[in-house]
């Protein structure tokens, strides 16, 4: 699933998010599936709270973690397609 880069995203309100063992873990209420989330998609996950452009968060992670910028931001836009693949995330 391709995501439109300037189309806002927000969490869907059917997800439960608990730390566990110091880790994000997310559980859909619907399916009872969970995801464990590592560090920069916690960061992901915090920064949809309120809706934000993949774009946004694409540059706030940039300016949060070292690294490739093109590399963080196409493995955050998978990951957001990911999540959005879900119905983890919806159109804000």
């Known amino acids: 699933?391709?995501?439109?880069?300037s189309a806002p995203l927000?969490?869907?309100?059917d997800i439960i998010a608990s730390?566990?063992?110091?880790?994000?873990?997310?559980?859909?209420?619907?399916?009872?599936k969970y995801f464990g989330l590592d560090p920069i998609g916690s960061e992901i996950w915090r920064?949809?709270?309120?809706?934000?452009?993949p774009?946004?968060?694409?540059e706030t992670l940039q300016s949060?973690?070292?690294g490739d910028a093109a590399e963080i931001?196409?493995?955050a836009m998978e990951f957001m397609?990911?999540?959005?693949?879900?119905?983890l995330l919806r159109a804000a």
Do not use: Y
């Not at 699933?1 to 880069?5: E, I, N, T």
């Not at 927000?10 to 309100?13: C, E, L, T």
């Not at 397609?81 to 119905?87: G, K, P, W």
């Open 55 to 58: 774009a946004a968060v694409c």
């Open 64 to 66: 949060q973690f070292d």
């Open 19 to 32: 730390e566990v063992d110091g880790e994000l873990v997310l559980i859909s209420i619907q399916d009872g």
């Open 81 to 87: 397609a990911e999540l959005a693949s879900h119905a």
């Open 73 to 75: 931001e196409g493995d």
């Open 10 to 13: 927000v969490r869907s309100p």
């Open 1 to 5: 699933m391709a995501l439109d880069p």
């Open 47 to 53: 920064l949809l709270e309120q809706p934000h452009t």
